[in-house]
C-alpha cells in the first residue's frame, strides 16, 4: 500500500518538478515491473526484472 503512495511521486516529480515524458527509461522500467507483478504476482521478480530495465534503458539512452 506505501508502494501506491509514494511511487507516483518518484516517477511523475523527479527532484520536485514535474516531467512526464513517456519516453524516459524509468516510466517504461515502472510499466515493465507493474505488467510482472501482476502477471507473476510476485514482488521479487517485478523489482529485480525493473531495476534491470531501468539500468538498460538508461545506457541505451547515452
Given at each position: 500500500?506505501?508502494?501506491?503512495?509514494?511511487?507516483?511521486?518518484?516517477?511523475f516529480?523527479?527532484?520536485?518538478?514535474?516531467?512526464?515524458?513517456?519516453?524516459?527509461?524509468?516510466?517504461v522500467?515502472?510499466?515493465?515491473?507493474?505488467l510482472?507483478?501482476?502477471?507473476?504476482?510476485?514482488?521479487?521478480?517485478?523489482?529485480?526484472?525493473?531495476?534491470?530495465?531501468?539500468?538498460?534503458?538508461?545506457?541505451?539512452?547515452?
Amino acid at each position: 500500500m506505501l508502494i501506491a503512495v509514494v511511487l507516483p511521486g518518484r516517477l511523475f516529480f523527479p527532484g520536485g518538478t514535474p516531467t512526464i515524458e513517456p519516453d524516459t527509461p524509468r516510466h517504461v522500467a515502472a510499466t515493465l515491473a507493474l505488467l510482472i507483478a501482476w502477471r507473476t504476482l510476485r514482488v521479487l521478480w517485478s523489482v529485480i526484472l525493473g531495476i534491470c530495465a531501468m539500468r538498460r534503458l538508461q545506457i541505451l539512452v547515452r
